[in-house]
């Protein structure tokens, strides 16, 4: 890669690589991995879609990957967001740093809290009650480890089915008002063991290497811990949550694990179940083992560390649409000029954007370029015309900017947190001290989900605009009115849209506001100011699948936008012709040939001018009021000569119009029904700069074609059948952006603008 690509592209595609490796790792060369759902019902976006944004000061830190078995190692330092994610949704099994220095350090802080305790210190959670209880003194110390996953243990989930309440009372149960579970996916259970396991691996926690091994024999054989999905305020860290987490290595049957079954579904099973079908003693913890692994804000870095990486991926996929939206909309990529955003006002996010637009763009016969621009004279600009693209468009990169870098620094944050120790106390085994803190409050994590919401609000905000703008005739320049194919009349396509994104749109606003405001006291008053992170991680959960809805439609509408500007594009050439020869046809007793051609650039001037101010109407209403008005021309041209023509030119100069609007409606419905009965064929591609990736992706790939046959058939015959609906088509689109096999995409894109993208000094 070249060392002129922008810092934010070189440590994209560093991570992308990275998750690469993990692929190859976790799977043979012949085979795919199936990601593990990450909140919602579909798979979550694949290994090679991501796009990891970090700080070009960290994009050292991916974690480490040994020379000898060529496997992510846990080693409590380098521990990276693409790893996590790699564990987290593809059955990448990571290894623990078992190093002599790893293992003397892990065991220092094991002998450190062993001595304090011969020498009857009192030591937190060790011999105390916990939190607002920390009044109370035992000496059972191993039996304090188990009332602590006694009373941690309290969250809601679905009963078993062998349980007798189970059986309705009534002889039809109701059927359930919600269909949401009660418990985590498990996505974000192996993401929090991982996190957990990097933070006890540091040696600062005095939990033995045997409970880490156990914890990631857990990870190995694709064990994942029944959690319930609410109960944690991520204070004194997620403790309930990860109570379920030490049940399991506990072998406790009262909590549950999937494992895999028989014919490889997964199923729920007591946790002793688990342990013992993969040959997994059962841990007695020893004192604070418990206390250990259940304080510290692993399931809040998990979901942060997963919603992240999505936002990061939706992040760029909003400035491929918005390239997009720039071509449909026949905008132009002077608003990104270098001179605007490198040298003006140099902000980083906005910089990067900026550059990105402009490789995006290249290439584009659709949008108009900067290199290409010309001095227009205000007496020879056509009345009513935008001098410059509307704001959605032409604001972009400002706009954008802004949501990447905080979500860079969102990034950060959370690769900060999961390297680090976050459970209470902590012990120094350099010194023999023994720490009280608090570094399980997670508020740290909070702010970074908070800003990243915040910013998949914007980044929804700029989207809605744009697909709004593009469904509106009065906007869109010369489309459609709802990027109809067909007469208007009987044709109502994007209309749906326009409303279900105004929808998603005020959801995402609704998620934007922060959950940390929210905040109460708890735990007999203890943790009065608690982060509520893991909570604010399951909103950005909400936010990621609404934004990713919205850019489901709006690629749906792009597609189809660039199909219309196909059509326009074949008919405009075809109708220069037919103008011309309908003018000799009329006018060649009056007019001599030069001058008939003349009249014909002038006539097919006004008469797209119109097109594009009635594309609300339907085509026949259209063409007639378009040719009255192109018919000035000849008017014009008829009351310039000495005798006015007389008035036999007046006379035909209506039928002409009647002849020309009935030819150039047979002459549109031919074109038009052209790429109807070829929906899939991709027909706008060489008009297109490199968002015809994105495109031909939509109508090849995943056969999603353009839209209005039904429609030209006035709903008819086959037309009638309508076997599919719009949001059926739509749906595919989303699946793919939540799979991850979209991201593949743009992934290709960033590497491409990564290698073409110039210098700085060669741009400005």
Known sequence: MPSHASPLLRTNIAALDELNTYKRIAMPSHSQPASIANGDSTPSPGLDASIDLVSPASASTSSKVTPRSNALVIDGQTLSVAALVAVARYKVTPE???????????QASVDTLNERLKRGESLYGINTGFGGSADSRTHNTRALQLALLQH?????????????????????ASLSLSDTPLSMPESWVRGAMTVRLSSLIRGHSGVRIIVL?????????????????RGSISASGDLSPLSYVAGCLAGQDGVWAWVDGPEGQRVKVPSSVALKQYGIEATLFEPKEALGILNGTAFSASVGALVVHDAQKLAFLTQVTTAMAVEALLGTDASFAPFIHETARPHPGQVEVASNMLALLEGSRLASHIAEEKHVLLSEEAEGALRQDRYPLRTAAQFIGPQVEDIIAAAESIRIELNSTTDNPLIDASTGQVHHGGNFQAMSVTNALEKTRLSLCHLGKITFQQL????????????????????PSLNFH????????????????YLASPVSSHIQSAEMGNQSVNSMALVSGRYTVHAVETLSMMHAWMIYALCQAFDLR?????????LAEQIEESIERFFSTWINQHDQVALGKKVALRLARRLDETSARDLHSRLTDAYTFAGYELIEYFTSLPSGGGADPLRTIMSWR??????????????TQKYLDDPRGCHASPMLGRSRAIYQYVRRTLAVPMHGKENALEFSGEGGKMNQTIGGWVSIIYAAIRN????????????????????????L
């Open 96 to 106: 623990l740093d078992c190093s002599p220095e790893a293992l003397a350090r892990v």
């Open 213 to 229: 091994q156990r914890l990631q024999q857990l990870l190995a054989n694709n064990i994942t811990p029944v959690v319930p999905l």
């Open 566 to 574: 196909a059509v326009q594009a074949e008919f405009k050439l075809k």
């Open 494 to 509: 994007c209309k749906g849209i326009d409303i279900g994104s105004a929808a998603a749109q005020a959801e995402l606003a």
């Open 152 to 172: 941690q243990q309290m969250g809601v989930l679905e009963v078993p089915p062998n349980f007798p309440s189970c059986t309705p009372s009534l002889p039809t």
């Open 658 to 671: 009647d002849y020309s609007a009935e030819q150039t409606a047979v002459l549109h419905r031919r074109v």
């Open 468 to 487: 709004t703008e593009l469904i509106n005739p009065s906007m869109n320049r010369g489309l459609a009115a709802n990027l109809a194919a067909s007469d």
């Open 740 to 763: 991850g096999d979209l991201y593949q995409v743009t992934d290709e894109l960033a590497r491409t603008i990564a290698e073409a993208s110039p210098s700085p000094q060669s741009r």
